[in-house]
């Protein structure tokens, strides 16, 4: 019935696809062969166009090393892996594109998704009814504690990680109960700042300015204004995109708002340093994906600044893991969609680049964040 599904797709997408081979070329078609022949295909949405283009840029680097690791020891049982790489461009609307440009090829066994909750939201029905076992990097609790999709698997700790560590941090850390929040008003931003209200609650501390705006915001002063009014001596960003941090901060500056920042994961990244250049110095995240949180990271960060002259962010990190760990999976279970599940499921201990992962039955890969800093355009771990 699934492939029934499927083939539906495939009669009614008729675009052609992006084709990253193992030695980094592009080409339109691959191997129509999929697993039955000499590759194994899988298949990635990234947002290769619009404002975010980036962090695509970033996920395709870092699946590109992955490939380049996996194909060159031999492939997965002597086949090589292959990646179809779509344009996503970053909305909901495009995402839904991508993946049903994926997915109507039979031969892609699995698809990496997108980072964004309201991206992975956007497909979650698509997902569950052809069966596509989807690697996500989402972060709303939500996204596998409720809506019980059995084949989305998230490679990064959710947001009731980094809720939490972003509140313990602000005030038993820098020692401020004075917080403004400011959120995106999307699934991830909205569910973000309802943890942090409610996290703030459980220390009897009411935030004294609590800002949300809109993806892509241009002008953050009445935000900022706001939140000068109000006297908060610490702002909390639960922001979507690094773009908008990198704005947001940027006009911290130019209006002279002095409170400290602490960001969830996409404050203090290369992306957003990129992006905002010194102006990010001195702010706080949290991050799944810290340059030197473990050997396994630093072989990483090695590896992708010999390719690229360039560091890698999170944007890099999970895709890589999702791609390694798919690939150790397919190798020892197989490639069907229940045994990629069951394979994902039964990883424990597994020591990646953005940490340990131990799936749980709702397919959370990781349970912890660390906070980290911008420091003279440097990313340095200050709490694990």
Wanted: glycine share 10%; charged share 25%.
């Amino acid at each position: 019935m699934k492939k029934s599904i499927r083939a539906m797709f495939a009669m009614c997408v008729t675009a052609s696809m992006v084709i990253l081979s193992a030695c980094g070329s592009s080409s339109t078609g691959g191997n129509a062969d999929g697993d039955k022949g000499g590759v194994i295909k899988i298949g990635m949405s990234a947002d290769l166009t619009g404002k975010s283009a980036l962090t695509g840029e970033f996920k395709k680097k870092g699946a590109q090393i992955a490939l380049d690791e996996i194909n060159a020891a031999g492939g997965v049982k002597g086949k090589k892996l292959e990646l179809v790489v779509e344009d996503d461009r970053g909305t909901n609307d495009g995402m839904v594109s991508a993946f049903q440009k994926l997915i109507s090829d039979p031969n892609i066994v699995a698809v990496i998704g997108p980072i964004t909750s309201t991206m992975s939201l956007s497909i979650n029905e698509i997902a569950q009814k052809t069966g596509v076992p989807v690697m996500i990097g989402g972060t709303s609790p939500a996204l596998t504690t409720e809506l019980k999709n059995k084949w989305f698997f998230r490679f990064r700790p959710s947001d009731l990680y980094s809720a939490k560590t972003i509140v313990d941090f602000s005030t038993d850390k820098l020692g401020k109960n004075k917080i403004a929040i400011v959120y995106d008003t999307d699934a991830f931003g909205t569910s973000g700042k309802d943890m942090l209200l409610a996290e703030y609650k459980k220390k009897g501390i009411t935030p004294v300015a609590v800002e949300g705006y809109t993806a892509n915001t241009k002008d953050f002063t009445p935000v900022l204004e706001n939140i000068r009014k109000s006297g908060a001596e610490v702002i909390n960003g639960y922001m979507t995109l690094s773009a908008d941090v990198a704005q947001l901060v940027t006009q911290m500056r130019q209006l002279g708002v002095n409170a400290e920042f602490v960001g969830s994961a996409s404050a203090a990244q290369t992306t957003t340093i990129k992006l905002a250049g010194d102006k990010l110095d001195g702010i706080y995240g949290v991050n799944d994906f810290a340059l030197d949180q473990s050997e396994e990271t630093k072989k990483f960060v090695a590896e992708f600044s010999k390719k690229y002259t360039d560091i890698p962010d999170l944007y890099s990190g999970w895709v890589y893991d999702s791609i390694k760990i798919l690939a150790k999976v397919m190798a020892e279970k197989g490639t069907s969609p229940d045994q990629i599940r069951e394979g994902i499921l039964g990883i424990k201990g597994y020591k990646g680049v953005e940490g340990e992962y131990n799936f749980d039955q709702n397919g959370d890969g990781l349970h912890a964040y660390s906070i980290v800093k911008v420091d003279k355009g440097q990313i340095v771990t200050v709490k694990q």
